[in-house]
């Protein structure tokens, strides 16, 4: 296309190659989202601990953050459609080695493979699509994408229980095979490399084309320790572990010497200059805020109806399909809308409606319907198409052509970090919520307390109704009711951490002004 000298169409149609780069991210994200699920599996599978087990999710995290805000550099340097090739072989390969794997070792080392091609597969996606579509059109390109980056997360839990109860965790990784290899070869075939992409790739090796191993190295560090302390802190007690404390020391470290050195740099291995772009900082910003509310509460949810409400993995995993299956005819329409109305507009009503969502959200206690729990994440999830497709579309608002990679590269690093700053965060709330609420409860046991000692009383005869003698049932009541004020206490605690994540959402709307108005009629432009 003449007027599109960037596009990978070449002489087809670019809907086709949408729909063939957005195959890959589906299933990388769906592979994630599944092995979530499955965790207590395929630790019982390779012989690891409840605690080692853990690792097996940190060491996929680790190496994708990792290799997330280098990609764009790498996709310059090796070329964009060898680089994104490259990706998804690399994926393919790890998830035969993670569903052979022999030892929490092997699998391990299988999970840090994944990540790094995982973690070059939607930078290099997205920056296809912004090269390839007209302006008019890039909304509804990113809605088509968008379809698998929050339909994955949904269907993956109950994909996941599903597989886990039915068969062997080692499927969660054999799926890859077929999807990677249709993948490989309709890229190969379909997917071109456009003239002025070769020429940015021969212009970066003509300049020198070394690499930013400085860069690279405070990038790794940074990033790693940072994923490290999200995943590990509850776990390993904070900063009571001297191990979460240097670790924390390395993060602000990385970070402080990562700005400054990469601003010097010529061809940085993250461009942290993009986020001198106002809209790319407000977009930058708010994708962080809506991949903390969304992940965090892709896991709350599950959690809440397994722990306290004795659903199995496939029921608790379908109260999140059923919102997938909502944005999914929602989509089409929020790519739309974004072509017709300001994208700082469509993400302020749709924060204040996720944030409204989350707010309601509250409502829930331990005697609500499977129905209910799905219309409270459809409510939320309602919001998420017109939150993805003008933030991703606005990213690219008048940023140079040559450093659509990079945009690409830093967009879903803030989408990683929130996902990860929120699961962290949130898990770390709940478990403290508790706490707070269980001590207050328990306060409340005392024979003054008429409401206690009335609660006993039905424990009691609750137990004698069912047949156990009144000594036994003495006994008894207590342990019972501390049960249920454990219960009760987690309840709780999600309660307030729905609100909290409310609130939040609410309060930070205004981040959208930093976004600039387009040209009126115009879609934004990456160009």
């Not at 809209?279 to 708010?286: E, H, T, V």
């Not at 998420?384 to 003008?390: C, I, K, N, Y």
């Not at 306060?443 to 206690?452: H, I, K, Q």
Request: glycine share 8%; proline share 5%; with cysteine.
């Amino acid at each position: 296309m003449a007027d599109l000298p960037r596009s990978a169409a070449g002489n087809r149609s670019p809907w086709l190659i949408a729909c063939i780069v957005s195959l890959a991210t589906f299933m990388e994200v769906l592979d994630t989202t599944i092995a979530n699920v499955a965790l207590r599996h395929m630790a019982g599978g390779v012989g690891a601990s409840q605690d080692e087990s853990t690792w097996i999710l940190t060491t996929y995290l680790v190496t994708n953050a990792i290799v997330l805000p280098v990609s764009g550099y790498l996709a310059t340097a090796l070329g964009r459609k060898r680089f994104y090739m490259g990706c998804v072989a690399l994926f393919t390969v790890a998830s035969l080695g993670c569903a052979l794997s022999p030892s929490l070792g092997v699998l391990l080392l299988c999970r840090a493979v994944q990540g790094i091609g995982g973690g070059g597969l939607a930078p290099a996606e997205q920056s296809i699509l912004a090269d390839s579509f007209p302006p008019e059109q890039r909304s509804r390109a990113f809605a088509l994408y968008g379809l698998t980056v929050v339909t994955a997360p949904a269907i993956g839990p109950a994909l996941g229980g599903w597989i886990t109860d039915n068969y062997s965790w080692h499927w969660i990784f054999l799926i890859n095979l077929p999807v990677g290899a249709l993948s490989l070869f309709l890229v190969s075939v379909f997917v071109q490399e456009p003239e002025a992409v070769k020429q940015d790739r021969a212009s970066f090796l003509r300049e020198g084309g070394g690499i930013d191993w400085v860069g690279f190295l405070l990038a790794a560090v940074a990033l790693g320790s940072l994923q490290i302390v999200l995943d590990r802190a509850v776990i390993d007690d904070g900063f009571w572990s001297p191990t979460i404390t240097w670790l924390t020391v390395a993060c602000v470290v990385g970070f402080v010497a990562l700005v400054p050195w990469e601003r010097r740099q010529r061809a940085p291995a993250v461009n942290v200059r993009l986020f001198g772009y106002r809209s790319f900082l407000g977009a930058g910003l708010i994708m962080f805020l809506v991949a903390f509310t969304l992940f965090s509460t892709t896991q709350l949810l599950p959690q809440l109806t397994q722990d306290l409400m004795g659903y199995d993995a496939t029921t608790a995993g379908l109260t999140l399909a059923v919102g997938g299956l909502a944005t999914v005819f929602v989509m089409p329409l929020a790519g739309r809308v974004t072509g017709w109305v300001q994208p700082r507009w469509v993400i302020m009503v749709a924060l204040l409606w996720s944030g409204g969502a989350l707010l309601y959200a509250t409502r829930i206690d331990l005697q609500v319907s499977f129905w209910m729990v799905s219309w409270l994440r459809i409510l939320q999830v309602m919001a998420l198409p017109f939150l993805f497709v003008p933030i991703t579309t606005a990213a690219y608002v008048g940023l140079p052509p040559e450093r659509t990679n990079d945009a690409s590269a830093l967009i879903n690093l803030m989408r990683n970090l929130g996902a990860s700053v929120g699961i962290s965060v949130m898990n770390a709330s709940i478990t403290h919520g508790a706490q707070f609420h269980q001590s207050r409860l328990v306060e409340s046991a005392s024979a003054s307390n008429p409401l206690w000692t009335d609660q006993l009383h039905q424990a009691e005869q609750a137990l004698r109704g069912a047949g156990v003698g009144d000594w036994a049932a003495s006994a008894a009541a207590l342990p019972q009711l501390a049960q249920q004020w454990a219960a009760q206490a987690q309840a709780l605690a999600y309660i307030d951490a729905f609100w909290e994540l409310g609130v939040a959402v609410l309060l930070l709307w205004p981040l959208v002004f930093l976004m600039r108005d387009m040209p009126k009629g115009e879609a934004p432009r990456g160009h």
